[in-house]
Structures are given as C-alpha cells and as structure tokens.
C-alpha cells in the first residue's frame, strides 16, 4: 500500500541556501559600510579623556629649568704658580675679606725675592759710599777755597799797601809790579777754585740724584716681589662663600689657573636653559614665574648669553620683589616664561593627541555624545597647559584629547561605556 511522503518545508538545502544569501548581503552591506562611509572604532569612554573647548585669559609661556646662583661669583685663580703647602679652610667655608685660604710655595720665586733685596742693598750701600764721598771731596774743596781766600786778602793787602807807598816814590817799580802780579794771580786763582767747587758739587748731587732714582726703582721692584711672594698665600678678595675649592696638598698649580670660587651672599639669581627655537623672542626684561613653599614668585630676564651649545642658550633672571626664603645655592627651579602679555584666546588643554596630529587634527565629539569625528583644526601659541585655537573649534565643543596612538587611520570613534 502507498504511503503519502509530507515534503519539509526547511530543508538543509533550503536553509543553506539562505544562509548563503544572507552571507552575500552581510559581505555586501559590511564592505558598503567600510568603503563607501567612514571607518570607525569602538572606543570605551572611560579610558580616553574628553575636554570641553573654554575661552579665557591666556599667555604665552613656556617651561624652563633654572638653577640658583649667587649674584655674583669671583673666582679664585693663582696669581703666582707653586705646590700647595697648606690648606687653611676647607670647601664651603664662609669667608672674611683677606683671609688666608691656602699657601703656595714657590722656590724660584723666593730666591728671586732674596736676589732682589741683596741688590737693594748694594745699590743703598754704593749710594752711601758715593754721598760719603762727595761730602768729603766737598770738605777738601772748602778748605781749599779758604786757603785761596786768605792768600786773596793776603796779596790785595800787600797789594794796595805796595800802591800808596808806589805813588809816595817809596818803593821801586819793581817791588810795586810784583805785588800787583801776585794779586792778579790769587784773583785768577780763587775764580777758578770757585767755578771747581761748584762743578764737582753739582756732579756730586746729580750722581746721588741719579743712584737715588735707581735705588727707588729698585725698591718699587723689591716691593713688587715682595707681593708676588705674597701672592703665594691665596686669600677671599671679598666677603662670602668658598665653593668650587680645587686644591689638595702636594698638588702643583700653575699661574692663572682656578682654584675655586667665592660666591657674594647677598643675593641670587637663576641661569635658566632655553631652546635654541626661541633665541629670536628672548630679549632682556621678559618676566617668568615659579612656585617655591606654596607660594609663587616673579623673575626677569637681565641677561641673555646668545652663544648655543647643545640646541640650547642661558639667561640670566632676577627676582622681582621677595626672594624665597630658604632658598639654595644649585637648587632647580621650574620656571614659566611669559613670551607675551595676557590675552583672551579660545583655549583647548594640552594632551596626547599632540603627538599624533602635530595639532592639525582632532576628534571632536558630536552632540549626542556617541561618537567624535576626525575635523580640521589650527593652532598657535602654547602654554603649559593649553593650546590657543585660531580655528575649526568653538567655545563649548568637546573633543580627545587623549592619545591617538591606537586609533591608526579611523575616521571616527564610537564612544560606549564597557
């Protein structure tokens, strides 16, 4: 007897074939989707950082790292080259002005010194002998000159006698002659004696004049030695702090060569290091600040160094108004540079996203909150915590700000909460 076969109505063919479809459909839609839209991805709320667009005061500045210095620094170099004999305080000392810090010895110089006071003293002892000397010589001459002088006044008397009793016709002619010779003789005699004493007198004072002059050279050399030997102890030009000290005994130092330095504590100021990218906006007077104990102090820039060494250059910045108490020597600060004045700006935090679009994108988050689409956006000035928005954001917009390290070429992100 036949048997009626009820046909199914899902067979495996039948559902594999609609299986197979709805594969097609889903390949079709899926590529449809990823080529002709935007690629996007999943992106869980609670680990990226959304921020909301502000506008308010903004200054340019940047970060910068200064280190405390005294304001001035003397260093300490060795006048006269030598070993080091004695150490009389040690680094960080505080000094007095002309206290003896160190001592060096110096042979060659010492036996210098003593050639030089025994030349002094030969010198002193020739002058001596020469002013002796002339003093004697002019003695003698005097005693000459008496001599002349009373056979002068001898022959004028015998002289004017012999003339009266000539004109009387008691005497000869001849005896008369004589005494008038004798006294044109002693006349001629005592000028020329005169003239000599008075040759060798100024002979004698222009050769004491003279030793004299080379006797006070000489001690003015002497003197000079005296302090170049001097110079051996090393003593604090000024009041303040020995730091740096570079000296050991035994050591061999050379002339000009540092030993240290004496820092002046009157007051401080800060070396900061800056980026050669801003060496054409530094110039003297630009302000920064910095916080030190919870409160915040303002500096400003009273020098520049424009010489670059490692992409880098210094300047030198005082404080304005109080100094931080309990402030150090070699101690870091972290500074804000202002390189401009304070102005209103639309303001976006800083954040990772830097790195990835160099600040020509970013994802900027629709309404809804859902998802942050990929727009173009310009920036310029920066400070430490903000970028200023010059375009295609507006007050109240959220964007990422988060990085974009993971997020490849998307053009947008869903944002859901896991």
Do not use: C
Request: glycine share 8%; charged share 25%.
């Amino acid at each position: 007897m036949d048997r009626v076969v009820v046909k199914k109505k899902w067979s495996t063919k039948r559902i594999l074939s609609i299986a197979g479809v709805a594969g097609i459909i889903f390949l079709i839609a899926g590529s449809y989707y990823f080529t002709s839209g935007k690629s996007r991805l999943n992106v869980d709320t609670e680990r990226i950082t959304i921020t909301e667009i502000t506008k308010g005061p903004f200054q340019e500045n940047i970060p910068v790292n200064g280190i405390v210095l005294p304001v001035t620094t003397i260093y300490l170099d060795a006048i006269e080259g030598g070993r080091v004999e004695e150490l009389y305080v040690e680094d960080g000392a505080i000094m007095k002005k002309d206290q003896p810090i160190l001592r060096l010895a110096n042979t060659d110089l010492e036996l210098s010194l003593s050639n030089q006071e025994t030349a002094v003293f030969d010198v002193l002892t020739q002058m001596q002998n020469t002013r002796n000397n002339a003093e004697q010589n002019t003695i003698r001459q005097l005693n000459q000159m008496a001599e002349v002088d009373n056979a002068m006044a001898e022959a004028e008397r015998i002289y004017k006698l012999n003339k009266k009793l000539y004109d009387q016709k008691v005497i000869g002619s001849q005896e008369f002659r004589s005494s008038e010779n004798t006294y044109q003789y002693q006349a001629r005699r005592k000028k020329l004696t005169e003239e000599t004493l008075r040759n060798d007198s100024a002979s004698g004072k222009l050769q004491i004049s003279q030793m004299g002059q080379s006797y006070s050279r000489m001690q003015n050399a002497l003197g000079l030695m005296r302090r170049k030997v001097g110079d051996l102890i090393v003593r604090a030009p000024v009041d303040g702090q020995l730091t740096s000290l570079d000296a050991e005994v035994g050591q061999s130092k050379n002339k000009g060569q540092t030993l240290g330095q004496l820092d002046v504590l009157s007051g401080y100021k800060v070396r900061a290091d800056i980026d050669e990218h801003y060496i054409s906006r530094i110039f003297i007077g630009l302000t920064g600040s910095f916080d030190f104990a919870g409160k915040s102090y303002k500096l400003k820039i009273k020098k520049v160094y424009t010489q670059v060494s490692n992409g880098r250059f210094q300047v030198d910045m005082e404080f304005v108004g109080d100094t931080p108490q309990g402030i150090r020597r070699g101690q870091t600060l972290q500074i804000r540079l202002a390189l401009s004045d304070e102005t209103q700006a639309i303001l976006l935090a800083k954040g990772g996203f830097y790195q990835k679009t160099g600040g020509n994108w970013i994802f900027k988050v629709t309404e809804s909150g859902k998802t942050a689409y990929k727009t173009d956006i310009q920036l310029g000035r920066q400070s430490p915590d903000y970028y200023e928005v010059l375009q295609g954001l507006n007050p109240g917009d959220k964007v990422v700000t988060s990085s974009y390290e993971n997020y490849g070429d998307m053009q947008e992100l869903v944002l859901k909460k896991e």
